[in-house]
């Protein structure tokens, strides 16, 4: 029997990835869905929303028959060494649980938790340590879910309307640290012993350390005047998100967190001369220039990893939102410009030019797009990377397995290190 399905399992990977929808609906898609789930409140408190759906991930990895759905089924992978080409395919800049805890949470989840790990479709989450906010989205079963949480001295009690869990020191205490309580089956601060409060609805479960928090998760779920999407940035770049292959992941980045010229400080050093940033710049384009060839300033960015599998590739994005058509397409000739120029244009944290960088993941740069939303009349700048979707086993050069969204990872650090100096406004 175990024989069996280990041959199945390998047949299945070799099987071509076929009947995959090629576009998202705008509302009815799991990124609206979540997005909708997050309050419009100031990008201070909003930081980073991080969206990722692990059923696009599996399937695109493993392939659509294959999709796992219990710990069980999971660990019988191990023999076959299929359990790490799931785990290279899983979107771990974005998705929850991290991926330091969940590989030992997996066996556990199910008791402590109420759902299996694979019961998860969609995780989205946002906001600054203690006060982030996680939604999961997926197969659950709310009775289950309960049960799990009183086993654990969780009380049920009510958030207008939805079942509230509150933990054994209230639903007020979610952050207080205890190591007697320490379980990694806990999804939600088991590490540090944690009793987050949670509230369900359908489909769906709401955490945060902080009850306000929480109770501004579920009055936007409750309530489409307060979420994010009333932003029309927000809106436009997720439609955006959508019109191509299955969106595996996505980051959201306000204004405030974009790239900008403050960026040269901060990678460069305190002791970087006057001569240096000069030579920066100028490479840039942002010495002598002519208003015409600025780039505008955008008010929020999105980095994306997109899923083409029926032309088995992979695209990496990043989109730009202007309220101003006209200030989209200037940007979009002059995002171009700088692509084109990526020989010449260095990452200043591991001095090499962006144009290695990129070939050195396998991606191809596509010409820079601009989307018009009819909805909202935002334009949004788009340029995209194209690299091999990786399916299965597939290793590199070395000999060893390769990870999924690497040319979105690259984007994702250029984020965090401050080294995305090609798109800097101006």
Not at 24 to 31: G, I, K, M
Not at 249 to 266: C, Y
Not at 327 to 353: T, V
Request: with cysteine.
């Amino acid at each position: 029997m175990h024989l069996s399905r280990r041959v199945l399992l390998l047949i299945i990977l070799l099987l071509p990835l076929a009947g995959l929808a090629t576009a998202q609906e705008d509302t009815t898609s799991p990124l609206f869905e979540l997005l909708a789930t997050v309050p419009n409140m100031a990008p201070d408190n909003l930081s980073l929303i991080y969206f990722a759906d692990v059923a696009v991930a599996e399937r695109a990895r493993m392939g659509n028959a294959n999709m796992i759905t219990t710990a069980a089924q999971f660990e019988q992978l191990d023999a076959t060494g299929l359990d790490m080409v799931w785990f290279w395919g899983y979107p771990s800049s974005t998705a929850l649980p991290s991926s330091q805890y969940f590989m030992q949470g997996i066996p556990l989840y199910k008791e402590m938790m109420g759902f299996e790990l694979f019961d998860i479709e969609q995780t989205l989450y946002f906001g600054n340590p203690p006060e982030v906010g996680y939604i999961l989205k997926g197969n659950f079963d709310q009775d289950a879910i309960i049960q799990a949480y009183q086993a654990r001295d969780y009380t049920l009690e009510e958030i207008s309307g939805l079942p509230l869990l509150c933990g054994p020191a209230g639903c007020e205490n979610g952050t207080q640290i205890d190591f007697d309580r320490r379980n990694f089956g806990n999804l939600f601060g088991g590490e540090l012993g944690l009793s987050e409060p949670a509230a369900l609805a359908d489909g769906l479960i709401f955490d945060s350390r902080i009850l306000d928090r929480l109770n501004a998760i579920v009055d936007a779920y409750l309530g489409s005047d307060n979420n994010i999407l009333a932003n029309d940035a927000y809106a436009a770049s997720a439609r955006a998100l959508s019109q191509t292959g299955e969106l595996r992941q996505a980051i959201f980045v306000p204004f405030n967190q974009s790239p900008s010229v403050a960026d040269l400080a901060t990678v460069l050093g305190p002791n970087v001369t006057d001569e240096q940033r000069a030579v920066i710049e100028e490479h840039l384009g942002l010495n002598d220039r002519d208003p015409s060839e600025m780039l505008p300033l955008y008010e929020m960015m999105t980095l994306g990893d997109i899923t083409l599998p029926d032309e088995g590739v992979s695209h990496a994005v990043v989109t730009m939102a202007y309220s101003n058509p006209g200030f989209a397409e200037n940007a979009a000739e002059i995002l171009q410009q700088r692509i084109d120029n990526f020989d010449e244009l260095q990452s200043l944290a591991i001095a090499r030019s962006f144009a290695e960088v990129f070939a050195n993941r396998g991606a191809q740069p596509l010409p820079v797009s601009v989307y018009n939303d009819e909805e909202t009349g935002y334009a949004i700048v788009i340029a995209t990377w194209e690299t091999p979707l990786v399916v299965g086993t597939q290793e590199d050069e070395n000999g060893r397995l390769k990870m999924s969204g690497m040319t979105f990872r690259l984007l994702v650090d250029m984020i965090y290190r401050r080294d995305m100096m090609w798109a800097i406004p101006g």
